[in-house]
């Protein structure tokens, strides 16, 4: 017996070392390929560079990434060669004339600034980003059509077009009241790409630029893109593999975040595509708060100097300078709270506020409005 047992606990501990020994080899495995990946979100989640040291760089190392790479592009590959005659069938899309807009001076929002001189094209070309913080912008001439736009509207849709809806979480919260009422409303359609986690600092994570690129490229019908993105930002930005990350609010790190704004509006420009830019409110946390503001500053700067829109949504949840609270008051009277306990996102009444005043900066001449 005591054999017998003797065997049977030894082949018990062979079994599970070989057990343990495939975990092992499946866990090394998985992050050899998945190194990239890891090595993002390490990134996102710490703001530093993670290498693993001497080996990060090791050819060996190395060739797990770029044999997932060779994997998705030739996956990539195989659905594109599977849809060749849906793509041919599409008709050819006449891409419709450019919808005007009013520059307007969103200090104050409901006053109607008066129409700019009409320019057949753009006469500015946005700046190669520099070293230094750019000066101050001053908003230049875009067409003008005051026909269409009501008092205190920044943009005017008509039938058939479409809206883009850019950002990050706090995107996430508003796009589905924004949507609704569109379609409700006006038969106006959205197409919704917000993700949770995103902004511009870390396009390896997720690149909103190319992202906008390529949507506006695949959408003829898309004439105003809403943008509402910011706290996931504030952090030291990667350059480049081997190479230190830019300090937040350093003169480079400005520069490198302005160009990454300036890549989303010279895409609407070139697609004739309005835009609203929606800044980040206050955080309960001072120090996020503090970036939300600096960053609020750059995407009005960058807004103005591409003749589009900024609203901030401050006002919109009632707060004045620096202040953050939970609640704000409505016109009768009453406290609502409008801000979850993390202090950062909305509650479904905070959310619902913003829709509506982004909604309320939108004319849309000619269409009859359906519901509520």
């Not at 050899?32 to 703001?47: E, F, M, R, T, V």
């Not at 026909?147 to 508003?174: C, I, N, R, W, Y």
């Not at 390896?204 to 105003?224: Q, S």
């Amino acid at each position: 017996m005591q054999a017998s047992d003797s065997k049977q606990l030894f082949q018990v501990q062979v079994g599970a070392a070989r057990a343990l020994y495939a975990i092992v080899v499946t866990t090394a495995l998985l992050f050899w390929l998945n190194q990239d990946s890891i090595k993002l979100y390490c990134q996102q989640k710490y703001h530093q560079g993670c290498e693993i040291p001497l080996l990060g760089q090791a050819p060996a190392w190395r060739f797990g990434a770029q044999l997932t790479l060779a994997l998705e592009q030739q996956r990539d590959s195989l659905f594109e060669r599977l849809q060749p005659a849906a793509q041919l069938a599409q008709a050819p899309v006449v891409l419709p004339e450019p919808m005007p807009v009013l520059a307007v001076n969103l200090e104050t929002p409901a006053v109607l600034a008066k129409p700019l001189a009409a320019t057949p094209q753009p006469v500015h070309q946005a700046p190669a980003p520099q070293p230094q913080p750019a000066p101050a912008a001053v908003a230049q001439p875009v067409p003008a059509a005051p026909a269409l736009l009501q008092p205190g509207t920044v943009a005017a849709l008509a039938a058939g077009d479409e809206v883009f809806l850019v950002g990050d979480s706090l995107m996430q919260g508003v796009a589905p009241h924004l949507a609704n009422s569109l379609r409700k409303r006006y038969q106006i359609r959205t197409v919704n790409l917000s993700k949770q986690s995103t902004g511009l600092a870390y396009p390896g994570f997720f690149n909103w630029p190319k992202t906008v690129a390529e949507t506006l490229d695949h959408g003829p019908n898309i004439r105003l893109m809403v943008v509402f993105l910011g706290p996931n930002d504030p952090w030291d930005m990667p350059q480049g593999k081997g190479k230190p990350f830019l300090r937040f609010k350093s003169p480079e790190w400005e520069a490198a975040y302005r160009a990454r704004i300036d890549a989303i509006l010279e895409q609407a420009r070139t697609h004739d595509v309005q835009v609203l830019w929606v800044g980040p409110p206050n955080m309960e946390k001072a120090r996020l708060s503090s970036a939300m503001g600096y960053l609020s500053g750059l995407y009005q700067a960058q807004t103005a100097l591409y003749g589009q829109h900024y609203v901030s949504a401050n006002p919109i949840l009632g707060y004045t300078d620096d202040g953050f609270s939970y609640t704000t008051q409505t016109p009768q009277g009453k406290r609502v709270k409008v801000r979850v306990d993390d202090g950062i996102h909305f509650t479904i009444t905070g959310q619902k506020l913003i829709a509506e005043q982004v909604l309320s900066l939108i004319s849309f001449p000619g269409l009859t409005v359906t519901g509520h």
